[in-house]
């Protein structure tokens, strides 16, 4: 069974600062997804960014980025020029290609403090 | 667009009475359903999927059962809440190759 890993439950970053958020995974799998999700605290779960492992390209999305190094099963996201609205909980999910097993494993997430 | 529905938002129930809490899409067919619950500062835990009309997998033994009487609607049921049920629900649907689309959640407070 596949695992996520977020070994940070708790990060602060000035505001216009960079941080980065670690994110590890075990799979035997060859071809599958990672996400980044947000949940500010009205709770909603909003995808920040995705990733195909076939891509060797890393994803980005704006002010987010990701390094993805598929041997090492690390997939870290990357938040440039911190906001305020960047203060949530990060969640790190895998899913896998193949039909049938499409559901997101999560991992434990890490709550992001965003000082002023 | 597509949209999903979840409802109620917040709800406190006794301990032993029933539960249902519903989530419907708009704007898709055939999606693939999920409901998680995400315990007090912790991740998402997965407990039921649907392919399909009828078509439930379940992935942790619990109180809980789902079921899914129409293409867009799943439903999420317990006839005997426990303590331990109280969490947070969410209800999520995908297609194909993109991430999830979540519902904004059904806070349960079990008491």
Known sequence: AQTVTQSQPEMSVQEAETVTLSCTYDTSESDYYLFWYKQPPSRQMILVIRQEAYKQQNATENRFS???QKAAKSFSLKISDSQLGDAAMYFCAYRSA?????????????RLQVQP | SQ???????????????????????????????????????????????SVGIGQIS??????????????????????KLLLSDSGFYLCAW?????????????RLTVV
Do not use: M
């Open chain 1, 66 to 68: 990701v390094n993805f």
């Open chain 2, 94 to 106: 995908s297609q194909q190759t993109y991430g999830y689309t979540f519902g904004s959640g059904t």
């Open chain 2, 3 to 49: 949209t999903i529905h979840q409802w109620p938002a917040t709800l406190v129930q006794p301990v032993g009475s029933p539960l249902s809490l519903e989530c419907t899409v708009e704007g898709t067919s055939n999606p693939n359903l999920y409901w998680y619950r995400q315990a007090a500062g912790r991740g998402l835990q997965l407990l039921f999927y």
């Open chain 2, 58 to 79: 379940s992935e942790v033994p619990q109180n809980l059962s789902a079921s899914r009487p129409q293409d867009r609607q799943f439903i999420l049921s317990s006839k």
């Open chain 1, 98 to 110: 193949k039909a049938g097993r499409r559901a997101l494993t999560f991992g434990s997430g890490t």
